[in-house]
């Protein structure tokens, strides 16, 4: 895909990065402060400093997923703490000015010892406050078995109907996918299905795989049936022959349904069940509605509705068939899902399904039978927790706005249906330079032609497995992205910044975890294009991530620009992977550029980076007036203007030219990765590497890139891939 230049953004001559820090005021003093107080953190235990000061209060946890732990602490009650510290197992994780701190790339079903410390600006310290606290249970990987017993259970000349035996899981089987002939043809809840829409006196391969909440699938159990011969019909979608194929003239109907009931009634859901009809040869099948739609055909004496609207009225149908197309009347009766008392405002679900298709319409309830043309129609009638279904196909823009109601409780997720190929042009929250994104959602497994945007206000938002032209967080807020694709984009960045304008505000809380960005290219000059550029963000952390063909750079961090408000800082680049990027200047496109860097931004002094842990065949890159930077652990291009600053905090690195501190090692990248050329790009560590063991003994990640742990040996290797 290829795009020009989408937001304006200032010349190459503005992005130089100055060496000048600003000097004398107030502001420095507070600046030194900070950083002697990052520098001099304790090792996690008694009170420090000259004037004890007040522990924190009882730590509690806000939230658990199987990856993550959000806490919340009482605030000390010493007026003068200027913020927290918080450790983890005993190790130092953070600084906080928060009474609140979200862990993230935990291990699923584990327990955390925790502990916070209050601090001032004196370098006072409290006794640590502690718990323990643990990630909930790990997400159900196991497939269920597949469908035993499959079996035809009658046939017309148009249709097929099978039945089996339910299938084991370990929790549960939510489902069956229905295929015919390799195609999906439907699913359903019942353990039999009725294959419509064949040709007469055909055969036909009939599979079943079953399927669990978590969208496990079982392998799929296969018959080859046959429809009854074309002797028999003339029309009727169910005409055919008798059960065994032979030609009869029967015209008489089945008996209609009686003894409809409504069970199992739910805001959104309902379970219709009746007795059998009669007939004189033998009754096939039953056809099910909703309305004037059918629903579905099943040869159960019940069906499940799911998605349906909170406090609707249904009319619920039922016609019987048998084998010579014969129809019974529609037996009829009325359902109301939970009245509107019960329902949150707006009419939306609280819980269950909603569906979306090309086909709908946003007049529409986003049910199964009437989905809705938009996102936007189905977050509205979401509740928290609701799952959004989208059905196959390409879609315009797609555009979501804040909603009071989903301020709280669990994200709605926008998913493909099974099996489903999704692609939006574009995907846009908020859509105005004001506090209007929407928040708590979750898009997955998406294609979108050109950018995913999340901007302006948007707040606690995830995407996962999103295929993107590129990504912009724009004065967003608590986001993550884990897993996808980001490229092949011309003229374009991915962008972690604030909107541009007076009173806007940096994107925070931002992080990125197993991303791939590649492919990032200019037509002009004048561009910059690095895969990402952080302008402004505050506590941004990118991490087993890997980034291949950036122009520039792969990461350019700028972290403030006139008129925003605040300074933004902790920025932590972790496990990943870095290409030696291209060099943009006056399109030659040769190799050489730095993979990373870091500048003051407009005269004004940064404080917060961790660099550790990369495997880069670029170098990193960051100016003389960023203060508390730490880079340790790195493979890298050793850059001869930037090398060895007296600002930055140099241990445990290997360089392919000169060391910056006594524990850093030198080597050829020939002799340290397995691919050490962008073309072969491959940076697990060779048999006999330097960087083996020469990391941290003290200090490291607890898995690398690939969730490999560390350390193998006696002290973790350096770079972002441990070798076992």
């Not at 235990?45 to 602490?73: H, K, Q, R, Y």
């Not at 795989?209 to 392998?219: L, P, Q």
């Amino acid at each position: 895909m290829s795009f020009k230049k989408v937001s304006a953004r200032p010349g190459r001559s503005r992005l130089s990065m100055r060496q000048t820090p600003r000097v004398g005021g107030r502001w420095n003093l507070v600046v030194a402060l900070s950083i002697f107080l990052v520098l001099t953190t304790p090792v996690i235990g008694s009170a420090g400093g000259s004037d004890p000061i007040a522990s924190p209060g009882p730590i509690v946890v806000a939230s658990s997923e199987p990856t993550s732990i959000s806490i919340t602490w009482g605030a000390s009650s010493d007026r003068k703490v200027t913020g927290y510290d918080v450790y983890w197992n005993g190790s130092f994780l953070t600084h906080s000015g928060e009474t609140k701190y979200t862990a993230q790339g935990l291990e699923c079903g584990t327990a955390y010892t925790v502990a916070v410390l209050a601090f001032d600006r004196a370098g006072n310290r409290s006794a640590p406050t502690s718990a323990v606290v643990a990630t909930s249970a790990c997400a159900d990987t196991e497939r269920p078995s597949a469908p035993s017993e499959l079996s035809q259970a009658g046939k017309t000349a148009s249709s097929i109907a099978v039945k089996w035996r339910q299938a084991p899981d370990n929790t549960a089987v939510a489902g069956y996918v229905i295929y015919v002939n390799d195609k999906p043809d439907g699913t359903t809840a019942d353990s039999a299905y009725v294959a419509d829409g064949l040709e007469c006196g055909k055969s036909y391969t009939i599979g079943v795989e079953a399927s669990d909440a978590a969208g496990n699938r079982s392998s799929r159990s296969s018959g080859v049936m046959s429809t009854s011969s074309c002797s028999v019909g003339g029309g009727n979608p169910h005409g055919g022959t008798a059960p065994g194929g032979s030609s009869v003239a029967d015209a008489q109907p089945p008996s209609i349904p009686s003894g409809l009931a409504v069970s199992n009634l739910t805001a959104t859901s309902l379970t219709l069940s009746w007795k059998a009809s009669k007939d004189n040869v033998a009754v096939t099948g039953y056809d099910v509605y909703a309305g004037n739609g059918t629903v579905g055909t099943t040869i159960a004496t019940s069906r499940d509705f799911s998605g349906l609207a909170c406090g609707t009225s249904y009319s619920l149908g039922v016609e019987a068939f048998d084998a010579a197309g014969n129809r019974s009347s529609r037996a009829t009766l009325p359902a109301v899902t939970t009245p509107t008392t019960a329902c949150p405002a707006g009419g939306g679900t609280t819980s269950g399904t909603l569906f979306v298709s090309t086909s709908g319409s946003d007049s529409g309830t986003c049910t199964k039978t009437a989905p809705c043309a938009t996102f936007a129609r189905a977050y509205d009638l979401a509740a928290p927790g609701a799952m959004v279904e989208v059905a196959e196909g390409s879609y315009p823009v797609q555009t979501l706005m804040v909603d009071s109601g989903k301020s709280g409780g669990s994200d709605v997720v926008f998913r493909p249906a099974a099996g489903a190929s999704v692609t939006l042009q574009e995907f846009i929250s908020g859509d105005t330079k004001e506090k209007v994104g929407a928040k708590r959602f979750e898009l997955r497994d998406f294609k979108i032609s050109s950018y995913v945007r999340v901007r302006w206000g948007s707040e606690d938002v995830t995407l996962r497995n999103i295929d993107a032209g590129g990504l912009n967080l724009t004065s967003a807020s608590r986001v993550k992205v884990l897993g996808g694709d980001y490229g092949p984009m011309v003229d374009g960045v991915s962008h972690i910044n604030a909107c541009g304008v007076s009173g806007c505000y940096p994107a925070e809380d931002i992080l990125i975890d197993g991303a791939l960005f590649h492919d990032y290219t200019i037509t002009e000059p004048e561009k910059h294009s690095e895969c990402i550029m952080i302008w402004p963000g505050r506590r941004v952390t990118i991490r087993n991530s890997v980034f291949r063909n950036c122009t520039d750079f792969d990461i350019l961090v700028k972290p403030y620009n006139t008129g925003l408000v605040g300074l933004p800082g902790d920025i932590t680049l972790e496990n990943n992977f870095f290409d030696e990027p291209i060099i943009g200047d006056d399109c030659l496109c040769n190799r050489g550029g730095n993979a990373i860097g870091i500048t003051q931004g407009n005269g004004e002094n940064w404080s917060g980076a961790q660099v550790r842990y990369n495997s880069s065949l670029g170098g990193i890159r960051i100016d003389a007036a960023v203060s508390n930077a730490v880079i340790k652990g790195n493979i890298a291009r050793k850059d001869t203007n930037y090398s060895c600053q007296s600002n930055i905090s140099f241990s445990y690195n290997v360089w392919s030219g000169a060391k910056c501190s006594s524990t850093d090692r030198t080597a050829a990248f020939s002799t340290l990765f397995v691919g050490s050329t962008s073309s072969s790009f491959d940076l697990s560590l060779s048999a006999g590497s330097a960087a083996i063991g020469a990391g941290d003994p003290a200090s490291y990640p607890s898995t690398d890139r690939k969730g490999t742990s560390r350390p193998q040996g006696g002290a973790p290797d350096a770079g972002a891939d441990e070798r076992a």
